[in-house]
């Protein structure tokens, strides 16, 4: 499981180095695409193969399935990280994710994700309020507000 938030930069050449929290999980391989919201998402190999076998049993005939899987694979990048745990974001992808150099990586449970540290603070500057009114205490069976 992916946890916390990091703040590195992207080097000259495009490069990111993973957290170190993150390197062990990731040095088999990744797999960095187009997340929402304009960040990238960064899956382990074999957590990209589950999520895409779950994206390929979508049906074929609903549109919308089609077109999440085609901007999903098609901005797809594969690559194994070097020894300092760097990887290279193509170009792009830095462009649809607005990535400049300072950046913020999130672990996000099964998925790294990456945005320019400009949009991570305005999403969360805009999540706050709708993050504060989920009411998850049912979930995790926590007597609410009502009980």
Known sequence: MFLGTHTPRLDDKGRLILPAKFRDEL???????KGQERCLYVFPVAEFQRYAAEQSARPMSDKAARAY??????GAHDE??????RVTIPPTLRAYAGLERDLVVIGASTRVEIWDNAAWEAYLA???ESFSDVDTAGDAGLPTEAG
């Open 27 to 33: 040095a088999g391989g990744v797999v960095i695409t």
């Open 69 to 74: 899987t085609r901007v999903l694979f098609s």
């Open 80 to 85: 194994v990280p070097d020894k300092q745990g």
């Open 126 to 128: 805009e999540s706050e």
